[in-house]
């Protein structure tokens, strides 16, 4: 008998990364002494009428679902099959949706507990108390459960002060060579291996939902911590490609200066990538993480509109995006700079801005669609203020990545098909800028541009998105006169 069975339901994206918050869940209750099996239904080929099986194979004691947005439906609908296999088996919910929505995931009937916020310590003691046969929801920090018909929320649970009391993820139970990320500078034919240095984000940009997991209290592992989690990767499993996955890793410069020195005195191998923002980096510090083996560092800049940043929240300004780009350039230290399209208050011109930065900036460039999570202020300022289109959590992507997709909301200046006419003219634009800026002006004449891509056209599904791309780009301008009308 397995005695707690985590489950990741499956979700419409192709790049698939690890579930590393039940990885960390996992890794706490086999600390705690508990048997856990993870299943990751997509990487696995788990189909909805598959679980059934697997939930009597594993015959579990409790079981554990993870619950973003995209897998919401598909989450309850797990509850509903895991409950017809036992009804007497405690299905327990977590992640941001969850969090958010803990009366959407109980009203069903078929959830019994919703874990609210950091999961780690109270799923332990929920897992510890229910097999202990002494369960009290009522005392356990951090839950939502029904009672006497209505719906209860406890005491939020205190954030973990020192995440170096930690374990590390369990890997071991992840079937690694499976997860299929493609990131910018990275080797694809080698695993990507991701890791979370820090908890929470003391910004306050209005489209983030980190918020609703890990708090605004910026908590920091120690470098020596970090050290000694990537020491394991590259020793047990070979891992020399590291993706940090915090929000912003960068707000501890000292921290990042003190990993950095550990790396480079230990001659160890690997090469990493992170996520920072531009207010938060210095040239010494770039220097340092450059020499250490990053070989990309993520912006998320969002608009080139000043008056966007500042509706957005996003605290920084066009001077200092400015800046850190040239400072990472100046290093040698490649660059993705993020971008939205359909933030609050923007307009043509407003968009026209932003690909006016993006050409003055030297940078990978990648572009999603505004999108408002539940638990998020944009969420709840497209609710009130009747921007909300679309309710069917299945399509809340952050691009046209699942079917029939629109954007999730409108805004004051822009409806859903002007905002999806303005993202597919500007990913035209910076995917056809990209290229160019690495392969040339004449890219398609560049045998290193198909020999970079190669792995692409191994599977049926990327070879055809890829030369439907290629196509799209070897037409000069051709995004340009299709959307003449628009911009």
């Known amino acids: ?131 202990g046969g002494n369960i009290k929801p009522d005392e356990i920090q951090g839950l939502a459960f029904r009672k006497s018909g209505k719906i209860v929320k406890t005491k939020p649970r205190p954030l973990i002060p020192n995440l170096d009391d930690l374990p590390f993820p369990a890997w071991h139970l992840l079937p690694i060579e499976k997860y299929n990320e493609s990131e910018y500078g990275f080797d694809v034919n080698k695993s990507i291996f991701n890791v979370l240095s820090s908890r929470g984000c003391p910004y306050h940009c209005i489209f983030c939902a980190s918020h609703i997991l890990f708090g605004r209290k910026f908590r920091a592992r120690s470098a020596e911590n970090m050290f000694a989690e990537l020491k394991m990767l590259n020793q047990k499993y070979g891992c020399t490609q590291i993706d940090f996955v915090d929000d ?41 993480m450059k020499k250490a083996g990053c070989i990309r560092i993520d912006f998320g800049v969002e608009s080139g509109d000043p008056v966007i940043l500042k509706r957005i929240k996003k605290g920084i300004t066009i001077e200092q995006v400015v800046k850190a780009h040239k400072d990472a350039k100046d290093v040698g230290l490649p660059i993705n700079s993020f971008f939205m399209i ?28 505004s999108t408002p999570f539940p638990g998020t202020e944009l969420y709840q ?43 597919r003219y500007v990913l035209d634009y910076c995917l056809r800028l990209n290229i160019m800026r690495k392969y040339g002006t004449k890219y398609f004449l560049n045998p290193q541009f198909y020999w970079d891509n190669r792995e692409k056209f191994k599977d049926l599904h990327a070879a055809t998105r890829s030369i ?20």
């Open 381 to 423: 300022i497209a609710k009130e203020s009747g921007l909300l289109k679309v309710y069917d959590w299945d399509k809340y992507a952050t691009g046209p990545s699942v079917v029939d997709y629109k954007p999730v909301m409108e805004t004051d200046k822009m409806n859903q098909e002007q905002i999806l006419q303005a993202f």
């Open 342 to 369: 359909g933030n609050l208050g923007e307009d043509i011109k407003s968009i026209k801005k932003t690909l006016a930065l993006i050409d003055e900036l030297t940078s990978n460039v990648c572009f999603s669609i």
């Open 1 to 131: 008998m397995t005695e707690v069975l985590l489950i990741h339901p499956p979700y419409e994206w192709q790049e698939k990364s690890p579930p590393l918050g039940l990885a960390y869940i996992a890794a706490v209750l086999e600390d705690a002494g508990f048997n856990v099996i993870i299943l990751d239904m997509d990487v696995m080929g788990l189909k909805l009428d598959e679980i059934e099986q697997q939930i009597k194979i594993h015959n579990p004691g409790i079981i554990g679902i993870s619950c973003m947005t995209l897998q919401a439906k598909r989450t309850i609908e797990i509850a509903k099959i895991a409950k017809k296999v036992d009804a007497s088996v405690p299905i327990v919910v977590g992640g941001a949706h969850a969090s958010a929505l803990p009366e959407e995931m109980l009203n069903p009937g078929f959830v019994d507990y919703v874990v609210i916020g950091e999961g780690e310590l109270t799923m332990k003691e929920l897992v510890q108390k229910i097999f």
């Open 248 to 288: 912003t890793i960068t707000v501890d410069r000292d921290r990042m200066m003190a990993l950095c020195d550990l790396i480079i005195n230990s001659n160890l191998q690997i090469s990493w990538a992170c996520n920072a923002r531009v207010n938060t980096v210095t040239k010494q510090l770039l220097r340092k």
């Open 468 to 487: 439907k791309t290629l196509m799209r780009l070897v037409t000069a301008k051709a995004a340009s006169y299709k959307h003449k009308k628009i911009f």
